[in-house]
């Protein structure tokens, strides 16, 4: 297969590229928007459901083939219970031959993208001498966290799930000609030694740009979490939060406020955090400029999770410094120092005492904020992710990783 300029690519992934609202769609709608520069992007999504049919009209209005495959439509889990325990995800590491045929041949593509493996699984894109993964998330890491909160009931199903990911990582993931990873630390993974970092960054773009750093808060003290609020990660870190470290900061600040943000929000949520004196859960804004412009600083109370937490670089953007968990600070450890551009703790409740500490000391949320805003400008831009992006791609289309 010859390089051709501009290429065809092929790319597929979970997430759809519009309404990137979470994480994981933003970092899908900046690659694809840096795939774009090279060529031609034929797109393969594999969201939970079919999505509604204006969706399907304004992805079919991008450039590029479309073929959106919903995984209700493969998965075999769906059948009550007992099956879902026995297949546990397997159906997401497994070749599917009915979506194989629909995307037809690959040998029309000089590149094959897949954000993380299962997309390259299901659609068994190792067959293409040239494949390049985006690993971000590396799940075997994430369903382990999940197991260590999970309930008895459902670690039946998330060790066997733990099990089919782990296998397909260290088998499937060396057969790739390269990968990206959004953590260092997974370079120390089966396949992954290689891997070109390509770091998430803060979501900003033509039409929302870099906001400049907000001034300090000199209202009462607000702390501040935002976050897909459907995600478990998220919700069950709240929950953490509140029962463990809330009632500490209260106890000797009682004017403090804790704002909850994000998509997602369920009543029975609404009805639980807000029973928590001083918390005010607000749900989706429009406008997060105003909802960090209004706090003295941000929490990321993860306990669950894989690649690194994007909301973490969102409050450096707004120069607001983020009391981070172990989870939450995982990747960050070089670019963002606990104590000089984000304040950690190894457990929830210990996050009481930083966020008291900033409480306390005049100007030291002012201090590391600005030192988080500095550090991202360095190693979280637009630039820096670009760069990643085409690095990893001339190391897949030099000729030495072709297959013969």
Known sequence: MGFNNPMRILFASPNLEIQPVSGGVQRTFLLLKQLRKW???????????????????????????????????????????????????????????????????????DLVVSRYLSPACILDLFRHPRLLVDVDDYDPDRLALRLKTSSWVKRLTLNRALKFSWIAHSQRLPLASHSWVSNPLDRSHSGLAAATLLPNVPYFTDSLPWPLP????????????????????????????????????????????????GKGLSPAQRTRWASSPGVSTIGFVESLAVVYARCTATLAPILAGGGTNIKVLESCAYARPCVVSRIAHRGFEETLPAGEACLFSETIAGMADACLQLLRTPGLAARIGLRARAAIEIHYSADVFASAVNAGIERVMAPSTVST
């Open 214 to 261: 907000a001034p300090p808060c000199d209202q009462a003290p607000v702390f501040l979490v935002v976050g897909t609020l459907d995600y478990s990660a998220n919700s069950d870190g709240i929950d953490a939060f509140l029962d463990e470290a809330w009632p500490t900061i209260r106890a000797e600040v009682p004017t403090a406020e804790l704002h909850i943000v």
């Open 39 to 109: 060529g031609e992007v034929d797109r393969v999504f594999f969201p939970p459901q079919e999505p509604t049919l204006d969706v399907r009209a304004e992805m079919q209005s991008m450039p590029g083939r479309l073929w959106i495959i919903p995984t209700a439509t493969i998965s075999k889990s769906s059948n009550g219970p007992v099956t879902s325990w026995f297949s546990a995800g397997r159906w997401r590491w497994q070749p599917c031959r009915q979506s194989m045929d629909l995307v037809g041949d690959l040998t029309r593509y």
